[in-house]
């Protein structure tokens, strides 16, 4: 996963429910100097939440991504931050930054 481009992690999920598996998941996929590089905003639901896990991602450019995880998997998810990683990857190639 391409975490170059991210400037804000925000996410809200319950951790022992079984709908907030993507979001546990997408933190641990973060490199061990994430804190260093972009804001990290974890909000944990009590165990008795009903309210949904949600992923919200903004970018360099200022482009933000709501992710409702509780439909997507890992895989979708990482799929979406990457397509828009590369897309900014090719523009700072083209920059020469």
């Known amino acids: ?3 170059k481009f991210l400037t804000d992690v925000s996410t809200k999920f319950n951790p022992f429910s079984k709908r907030g598996k993507t979001c546990r998941i997408f933190l641990s996929q973060l ?3 994430a804190r260093q590089t972009m804001k ?3 909000m944990q639901l009590p ?3 009903r309210e949904p896990s949600t992923l919200n991602l ?3 450019d200022g482009k933000e991504l709501h992710i409702d ?3 997507l998997s890992i895989k ?3 799929e979406e931050v990457d397509r828009h990683s590369r897309g900014l990857n090719r523009q700072a190639d083209l920059l020469g930054n």
């Open 76 to 78: 979708d998810v990482i």
């Open 58 to 60: 903004k970018f360099k």
């Open 69 to 71: 995880t509780e439909k």
């Open 1 to 3: 996963m391409i975490t």
């Open 31 to 33: 490199p061990p100097n």
């Open 40 to 42: 990290i905003n974890i």
């Open 47 to 49: 165990r008795t939440s």
